[in-house]
């Protein structure tokens, strides 16, 4: 199956910084949609931004302003750099990879078809 594995988790203090590092196989290359996900304890799995095949970029609302996501298409990585994070951006953060099974997010406008293990990202006031 399609292989993703998220890196740069960690623990930081509040207005700290974290860049996550997606990395997927061969098959998630080229005009994909490849977005971030987080699910924090006692809630909800929720979309946090996207990058389609197209070049469009999807952003929460959550996160707009503070959060930029970004890819290397060359080398199929995808990245989430966090800024100004706040203790309720605390969560497992997902990468996921649309590859056109119909299991659609709307808050993303990208559907979500594989997905990663998932990296801890821990903000402390």
């Known amino acids: 199956q399609v292989r993703l594995v998220e890196s740069g988790g960690g623990s930081v203090q509040a207005g700290g910084s974290l860049r996550l590092t997606c990395e997927a196989s061969?098959?998630?290359?080229?005009?994909?949609?490849m977005s971030w996900f987080r699910q924090a304890p006692g809630k909800e799995r929720e979309g946090v931004a996207s990058s389609d095949s197209d070049g469009s970029i999807t952003y929460a609302d959550s996160v707009k302003g503070r959060f930029t996501i970004s890819k290397d298409n060359a080398r199929n990585i995808l990245y989430l750099q966090m800024n100004s994070l706040k203790p309720e951006d605390t969560a497992m953060y997902f990468c996921?990879?649309?590859?056109?099974?119909?299991?659609?997010?709307?808050?993303?406008?990208?559907?979500?078809?594989?997905w990663g293990q998932g990296t801890l990202v821990t903000v402390s006031a």
């Open positions: 996921a990879a649309d590859l056109g099974g119909g299991n659609w997010w709307p808050e993303v406008r990208c559907g979500a078809d594989y």
């Open positions: 061969e098959y998630t290359r080229n005009h994909v949609c």
